[in-house]
């Protein structure tokens, strides 16, 4: 789907189309103009001015619209100091240390944020959410850093730090450069938005630190996925490995729906390969190779999961309080917190790292001289070192994945007084899944080095043409190694090449 004006649903209850991850690749890709459906707006208008009457015509102290926030949550706040508490609280709350957000996750963010504002439940101008489109279009990305949420009250550092910029505080990424967010409201002639009576919580509270970081992640654990098939299919032929555990027989038997997909797509890969045709000597092979269905379609089974639980997320309302305009409610709950993508995020770090436990075993069994292959995949080995050292690379990150993929999850600390006595911890789930996830991308360019590289020595016999064709361009980049050369420039060379692939969403989502 391509568009050039991308229109934020209403709700995703009555809207045609969800937002969805072909979506978000589609608007991040084409770099998509955002607008407000004509729903969209009334909506949020609606919901603005009956709030505005709310506060008006009622004395009753609700929730960070005339009270303070957290344990303060029974301090009552005048009229007329209102927009002043909702400043207040995103300049307290922009408290984020650590490495600097990705600046697609930092759009993606901004996607999200515009999506659940939009649903008209959070009681913000009009004005507010259209800035925060004005940012998008513009790809002005606010400055936002890792650490600071606990994935409980909301991502409420980072969300502080995406807001900072509509008051004209902070700082933005523009035109390659981080700059004053002052600075560049000036160029555009945009005043600072002055923040109204709930405006700052709506902002603040929500899961979109989290929903973006799974997003992403869950854009390249796809590719990943995909890669690692085609991958494994490579370093099979170059192990002379049996077809026969990717026969269809033996999965129908135990039907899980990746790892059936998982052993059509090696067929498929494989098809009319000379060497997967040839007759084998091994009646079996090593558990990395024949056990490639069962271990990659259990990923894939998993990402499946995930892809649900955040589908879900990035299609609702995750402030709080909650604006119920035809109800005549305004209700605080606990939307913002964070759990299921706490759980979903763990559950996709375990199964991304075993992706790259399993690849680094074929790489190991590559280079083990075996099966008429030299010893670490260089002739003269003694003289030469060969590929002897990218396995240890491999094997380090993989020991790494193991520590990353430790679950956040089950780690809660107590917050604001005892007030938020139960957190998340999903946004250190998300920095690390991703941080794994970017490790696999490592370990399987490492693992197509030594495959391409094991090919060469069977040169008697092709591969599958698909096959073949895949490693033609990437021989152009990394090239076959004669003799021992600086291996690091070959390592990040094929780590570019996988990064350069473009994969069509109807593969990888299927």
Request: some cysteine; overall charge neutral.
């Amino acid at each position: 789907m391509r568009k050039d004006t991308y229109c934020i649903m209403t709700t995703h209850y009555i809207s045609s189309e969800i937002l969805d991850l072909s979506i978000i690749k589609d608007i991040i890709d084409n770099h998509t103009k955002l607008a407000l459906s004509e729903e969209a707006q009334l909506n949020i208008k609606k919901s603005r001015d009956y709030l505005k009457n709310k506060i008006a015509n009622n004395d009753t102290p609700i929730y960070g619209i005339n009270t303070g926030f957290g344990s303060l949550c029974n301090v009552k706040i005048t009229a007329d100091n209102l927009s002043q508490l909702q400043e207040n609280l995103v300049m307290s709350h922009a408290c984020g240390t650590g490495e600097f957000v990705p600046k697609p996750i930092i759009k993606i963010m901004l996607l999200l944020k515009i999506q659940s504002l939009s649903y008209g439940y959070s009681g913000v101008q009009l004005e507010t959410v259209e800035r925060l489109i004005d940012f998008f279009n513009n790809d002005v990305l606010p400055v936002v850093y890792t650490q600071g949420s606990l994935g409980a009250s909301g991502d409420l550092a980072p969300l502080a730090h995406l807001s900072l910029p509509l008051l004209g505080k902070g700082e933005v990424y523009y035109g390659g450069e981080r700059i004053k967010a002052s600075k560049v409201l000036n160029k555009f002639n945009w005043k600072p938005i002055t923040l109204k009576a709930k405006e700052g919580l709506a902002l603040l509270n929500g899961t979109q630190f989290m929903s973006a970081y799974g997003v992403y992640s869950l854009l390249k654990s796809y590719k990943l996925s995909y890669l690692a098939d085609l991958i494994g299919a490579v370093s099979i032929d170059a192990f002379d490995c049996n077809m026969s555990p990717y026969n269809a027989l033996v999965h129908l038997v135990r039907p899980h729906r990746g790892q059936v997909k998982t052993a059509e797509r090696i067929l498929e890969f494989l098809e009319n390969s000379e060497l997967g045709q040839s007759e084998k000597k091994n009646v079996q092979d090593p558990y990395s190779f024949r056990c490639i269905p069962q271990v990659h379609g259990a990923t894939k089974d998993t990402i499946h999961f995930v892809h649900k639980t955040f589908k879900t997320e990035i299609n609702s309302v995750t402030d709080n309080p909650n604006v119920f305009v035809k109800e005549d409610q305004i209700i605080s709950g606990g939307n913002f917190h964070g759990q299921p993508l706490a759980l979903a995020l763990d559950y996709l770090s375990i199964a991304m790292a075993e992706l790259g436990n399993i690849s680094e075993r074929r790489t190991y069994q590559l280079v083990s001289g075996l099966r008429n292959l030299p010893a670490f995949l260089v002739d003269n080995p003694g003289l030469n070192s060969g590929f002897m050292i990218p396995q240890y690379t491999a094997a380090s990150i993989v020991s790494q994945n193991k520590q990353l993929a430790t679950p956040a999850a089950v780690d809660s600390i107590v917050s604001s007084n005892g007030q938020e006595d139960h957190v998340s911890m999903g946004a250190n789930g998300a920095t690390k899944c991703l941080r794994i996830i970017e490790n696999i991308e490592t370990i399987l360019a490492i693992e197509l080095m030594n495959a391409s590289q094991a090919l060469k020595f069977r040169a008697a016999k092709k591969s599958s043409p698909f096959v073949e064709s895949f490693l033609k361009p990437y021989r152009s980049v990394v090239p076959f190694v004669e003799n021992d050369r600086l291996l690091a420039d070959d390592i990040h060379a094929s780590i570019a090449y996988l990064q350069s692939l473009d994969i069509d969403s109807e593969i990888l989502f299927n």
